[in-house]
């Protein structure tokens, strides 16, 4: 198994570099890939801001990761669930962090604008302390 780093999936999501998008697609095509949560989090950024990137189409690459029969996912229940949170609209690095803290009875945020997403769609138990 191979651990990847952000650079391999921002060069496969983009095709950006068409050399190094191959060579990312041959490595993701030819072993057991390890996907760690800070990597799916980096990667959401510098897709967003640096290749301005919408969250839909950001979407859409993240779901097809997560079909590839090769490809294992730190903590997959939180990253699935952070990626269905982002389609209903909570940034994607607090729908990770809410997600990855499921054992936990509440999570607390000042960030009232994540508050009133999260609680509009029931994604875990929000306070404000």
Do not use: C
């Not at 990847?4 to 890939?33: C, G, K, N, P, Y």
């Amino acid at each position: 198994m191979i651990a990847i780093d952000t650079d391999i999936l921002v060069h496969l999501l983009t095709d950006d570099d068409q050399v190094q998008a191959r060579r990312a697609a041959d490595l993701m095509e030819s072993a057991d890939i390890y996907i760690p949560k800070t990597v799916m989090l980096e990667t959401e950024w510098v897709l967003r801001y640096t290749y301005g990137i919408d969250k839909d189409r950001i979407m859409k690459g993240f779901q097809k990761l997560l079909g590839l029969w090769n490809a294992k996912f730190e903590d997959l229940p939180a990253v699935a669930l952070a990626i269905s949170w982002y389609g209903y609209g909570i940034d994607f690095a607090d729908a990770l962090h809410l997600a990855s803290s499921r054992e936990a009875e509440e999570f607390a945020t000042f960030d009232n604008l994540f508050t009133q997403k999260a609680r509009r769609i029931s994604a875990g138990n929000i306070i404000v302390p």
